[in-house]
């Protein structure tokens, strides 16, 4: 798991408590700004207390101002993994122990056209500028170690049984973007023609899988939420 970071987008100056809590399969690495990692029943969490200002900062208690919140974590396998989930479940709760890529949820492209895929992702998804280059500076020397790569998105909410994330006040609406991918063998392609074929279809689809509200997202009226993240998968 690399580089959530998450940005507080107010319509005026607050203050806001921020907390990101861990289930017991993986532990935070890295955080910034610093804060203490806590260990609680369940896992481990986190607590930023920040004030929001006009250009979208933040100024931590600490008299850090930065423009977002960062954290990382490593998954942690000598935790039993949890229970598989009821096939009655609406939702597949995220294992950070054992991510998983499917030839039915993901597209497969080649390295070279990944970029341009994730900026038009992204963007639909309401990703703002910043954010969109940052997210596909900080993944491309990853992806363009392999010739073709398939990428999912998680759905928010399979994603918030991994890692929930509570702020105080409670805003308008929380997107989280979160990317799994994997190396693709050009010997296995045929084994990926749907998630191929998916690569060229509109990519409006993810907004579903996802389960992003874009008008709140675009609405700047309201106290927005945006984290961005992800992980490579390893095959």
Sequence with gaps: M?????????????????????????????????????????????VWDVDTHEDHSLTTTTG????????????K?????????????????????????TKENSVVLRSSKVAAYLDQVLSFLRLHVEARTSFITYWLPSLLKHEYVALDFLPQASYEYAA???VDPKPDIITRVFMLFTRVCED????????????????????????????KMKDERLFRVLEWGGMEVAR
């Design 2 to 46: 690399r580089k959530p970071v998450i940005y507080l987008f107010s319509p005026r100056p607050i203050h806001s408590i921020v907390r990101v809590s861990l289930v017991k399969a993986w532990s935070f690495s890295t955080v910034y700004p610093d804060v203490p990692i806590k260990d609680t029943e369940l896992g481990q969490s986190i």
């Design 64 to 75: 850090n101002r930065v423009s977002y919140l960062f954290w990382e974590a490593e998954p």
């Design 77 to 101: 396998p000598h935790v039993l993994p949890s229970p598989p989930s009821s096939p009655r479940d609406a939702i597949i709760p995220f294992d950070p122990l054992f991510p998983q890529i």
């Design 164 to 166: 929930p994330l509570d």
């Design 188 to 215: 296995d392609l045929g084994e990926w023609e749907g998630a191929l074929s998916r690569a060229s279809e509109n990519v409006d689809f993810w907004e579903s899988i996802v389960g992003v509200d874009s008008n």
